[in-house]
């Protein structure tokens, strides 16, 4: 099984360029890369600022085909161009075009750094963009760093737990809702049919969060505590450093799921950080009980003897 600390790419290809995108996805993961192939062609009208934004998190590159197939897509023509230049919102990922059998380049990305992608060069081209990771990740480190060092206060959505909660653990801060990822906002369908007035959102964490964490996130929504009258719409799901909220409107957040999550936000804390003690005074009992049982070996031992 491959570790997931291993590094991520994420491959966007029109549908006629199916095999060749597999075949790519095939020589990454040989070379111990971690690879999440968007099996949905994305067609005319699709965002890829939207089904990329809080699908993967900490890619390392994202890898788009361009052919003579997806010229005439959206993401091809705009959005692969508001990406590349940095329009994305994600941090650590880089953006790579490779242009399938030397189709021609749109005008936007002209300038931009491209691999040469064809039936005979898979290998050579994973070979470039497994190589290429380490040097990514060590230059996205710094300038991240640099950027958070010097970010200043900003405009944006934060969503804590209730003033004077308990929900603090001993060694981390109550995870809290930073911002909405407007760049992932999903657009409704508005076709007449049931639901298609509603669309989901995204929102970053001020940390990625623990699998348990997570879990419990999902349950407490799912199923809140029967003690308050928290009003929810639409299915949460979390996904690394983010939250998404998916069958619900902008309204609906500010109306009524502001408050919504920060009693979810505080009970989850809270029950976690009571978990993650209890686990402590646990793992510090078996080890007493460990050093207790060593000590007693060590003195029986000396006593007894053999001759």
Known sequence: MMSETAPSALISYSHADKDLARSLAAALQERGVRVWIDEGELKVGDSIIERIATAIVEIDF??????????????????????????????????????????????????????????????????????????????????????????????????????????????????????IVEEGIGRPRNDGTRGSALYRIPLRLSRRPSPVWARHFVETWNHPPRFTTMHRSGIASVSGDTIVLDGTTIEELERYHVETLRHVLDKVNRDVAEHGAKERARAEREEQQRREHEENVRQVASRLKFD
């Open 62 to 179: 994202f890898l788009a085909l361009v052919s003579e197939a997806s010229r005439g897509s959206n993401w091809c023509r705009k959005e692969l161009a508001l990406a590349v230049t940095g329009e994305l919102g994600r941090e650590g990922m880089k953006v790579l075009p490779l242009r399938v059998d030397s189709a021609p380049m749109p005008e936007s990305l002209l300038d931009v750094y491209y691999l040469e992608l064809n039936a005979d060069n898979v290998a050579e081209v994973a070979d470039k963009v497994t190589a290429a990771i380490p040097k990514h990740q060590k230059e996205q480190r710094e300038r991240v760093a640099k950027r958070r060092a010097t970010r200043g206060p900003a405009s944006r959505l934060v969503v804590a737990p209730k003033a004077g909660s308990s929900s603090a653990s001993v060694d981390e801060e109550p995870i809290r809702i930073v911002r």
